[in-house]
């Protein structure tokens, strides 16, 4: 079965400091990966996402995440976090049909941006 | 953009009443629809997977006569919580496959807190 670990809960960074999240994922194929964000009182929206290809792979928003098979890891980055940055990050698995068909979801890293 | 409503974004009921909430998609057509639970602290848990004009197929641990989903049409899923209970309590948050003009993706509703009483 495919599973998704997010080891940091809650990260706190500077505004205008690099930001990077952790994702390391489990899954048997090779994996269909996500990476979403949700505000409070939103849904999720998503910021990037890795089928194949460049394993470097740039999103929405300035953030970008890189595929490392050998690792097992699909870390988020942004090189400058701002305060709109604030929100819960959740690392995602996919399977089946564009990888949609079951998303199987992290435990979630929530980013608090200090002044 | 594409849009998926959900509603209602947040639903107090007493122990033992039944709450729907529904999950539409605004601007597309969804043969399938996901619905997830979040507890506190915990990642989002598929509950089930909704297809239009067909019976949902519920995960391993989900009971299909209390979780009741309906997608009877393109444009609409809903979940009903049968004789809610206070461990029911969570916060449910639907999402709708796209295909066609705006490519597969999913989209997410912003989802219903529901607290049972």
């Known amino acids: 079965a495919q599973s998704v670990t997010q080891p940091d809960i809650h990260i706190t960074v500077s505004e205008g400091a690099s930001l990077e999240l952790r994702c390391n994922y489990s899954?048997?194929?090779?994996?269909?990966l996500f990476w979403y964000v949700q505000s409070p009182g939103q849904g999720l929206q998503l910021l990037l996402k890795?089928?194949?290809?460049?394993?470097l792979v740039q999103g929405i928003k300035g953030f970008e995440a890189e595929f490392k098979r050998s690792q097992s890891s699909f870390n988020l980055r942004k090189p400058s976090v701002h305060w709109s940055d604030a929100a819960e990050y959740f690392c995602?698995?996919?399977?089946?049909?564009?990888?949609?068909?079951?998303?199987?979801f992290g435990i979630g890293t929530k980013l608090q941006v200090i002044p | 953009g594409a849009v998926v409503s959900q509603h209602p974004s947040r639903v107090i009921c007493k122990s033992g009443t039944s709450v729907k909430i529904e999950c539409r998609s605004l601007?597309?057509?969804?043969?399938?629809m996901f619905w997830y639970r979040q507890f506190p602290k915990q990642s989002l848990m598929l509950m089930a997977t909704?297809?239009?004009?067909?019976?949902?197929?519920?995960e391993q641990g989900v009971e299909k006569d209390k979780f009741l989903i309906n997608h009877a049409s393109l444009t609409l899923s809903t979940l009903t919580v049968t004789s809610a209970h206070p461990e029911d309590s969570s916060f449910y948050i639907c999402?709708?496959?796209?295909?066609?003009?705006?490519?597969?993706?999913?989209?997410f509703g912003s989802g219903t807190q529901l607290s049972v009483l």
């Open positions: 899954y048997g194929a090779t994996p269909y």
């Open positions: 909704s297809n239009e004009g067909s019976k949902a197929t519920y």
């Open positions: 890795y089928f194949s290809g460049d394993t």
């Open positions: 999402s709708a496959n796209s295909q066609g003009r705006l490519g597969e993706k999913l989209f």
């Open positions: 995602a698995v996919g399977e089946g049909s564009g990888g949609y068909q079951k998303v199987t």
């Open positions: 601007d597309f057509q969804a043969t399938t």
